[in-house]
């Protein structure tokens, strides 16, 4: 029997530019939401029908500002996808929102909807941070915003960004305590990163800051676990972590390579052996929505190659790791077909990787050198069996 299955719906409309995103096309004054909730309403029931008879684990609004989406169409969104497919007796429904008090407003209406698990942007309790990081809210106002969400929803996540530049460890570790002062089950904790096509990698090419130093952000990673982990929420992944039994079961569902639906413009998806891509711009995807009953841009066939090794790619992300060996029943390899055996083993040498015959993890020591360790090990043959 399957995995549960996961849909993700993207709401694209954002009310500022990110800075740090390159997704800016999503800014807009105004929408057509009657055309919009149509079009969602279409291209989920596409998805549905080529996926039918599917338990549904969990929802997941985001994108650009999906806490701004009228709760009635929440509803419907919900209701529909709770009809295409049965639901979990204990389905996640999260919704992403920012700080502000204009959302914070609306998350009591967002639970009478159906959400049961927000999500909050919160991304620095420090108001010079936030400045640098461009966004609208200050901190007083984010700590409204969560008081409230605290008390609308059962489950609450928010996320901080840390290795700022110029940030101390020691204004990081006052921030962390802080943080882990307010009871939420699950943190997101990103370090910060410079993506090309953005506003903060045409001001580093400027010179206007520079990243952090890899040995110092090394030192922020590992206060990070060290104080998470006696404050009884581990990481779970690499960015993530949670109280037992309240990480994120839609994110769960990707980084171990489950089924998800992704639903709206720009939204990706995996279903089967298949990668989805909607059309990004909210203009292109009604229209296609009108044009085929769906806002598809493209589907690409993966090849058992292609899966396995993003199947490894996500699951050593997790502090769980992977079974090689049901990886390789999944996708038609050997075992050691999957992974550089050598790497492995002079990797394990220096205690960056933990095998136990089948099993395969990052340790703590390597678990802050992932992208360099996947790039060693994960080398999948192409000869299947």
Known sequence: MPAPLALYIHWPFCVSKCPYCDFNSHVRAAIDEDAMAAALLADMAHEAALMPGRTLGSIFFGGGTPSLMPPTLVARLIDAATTHWTPA???????????????????????????????????????????????????????????????????????????LPGQTLDAWQAELDRALGFGTGHLSLYQLTIEQGTRFASDVRRGEFAPMDDDLAAEFFA??????????????????????????????????????????????????????????????????????????????????????????????????????????????FAPDALVDCNAVSRLQGHGLIIRNGPHLALSEAGRPLLDAILADIVTIEPVAV
């Open 89 to 163: 007796a204990d389905i996640e429904i999260t919704l992403e929102a920012n700080p502000s008090s204009v959302e914070a407003a609306r998350f009591a209406d967002l639970s009478l909807a159906g959400v049961n698990r927000v999500s909050l942007g919160l991304q620095s309790l420090d108001n010079a941070a936030l400045q640098f990081l461009g966004r609208a809210h200050d901190v007083t106002e984010a700590l409204a915003a969560l008081d409230t969400a605290q008390e609308q929803f059962d489950r609450v996540s928010f996320d901080l960004i840390y290795a």
């Open 223 to 332: 206060c990070t676990q060290t104080n998470t982990e006696k404050a009884g929420l581990p990481a779970y992944e690499t960015s993530n972590h949670a109280r037992p039994g309240q990480e994120s079961r839609h994110n769960l569902t990707y980084w171990r390579y489950g089924d998800y639906a992704g639903v709206g413009p720009g939204a990706h998806g995996r279903r089967r052996a298949m990668a989805t891509e909607r059309h990004k711009k909210p203009e292109n995807f009604l229209s296609a929505v009108a044009r085929n009953g769906h806002g598809l841009r493209l589907e690409n066939a993966l090849s058992l190659s292609e899966q396995a090794m993003e199947a490894l790619l996500m699951g050593l992300r997790l502090r769980e790791g992977v079974r090689l060996d049901v990886m390789a029943s999944r996708f038609g």
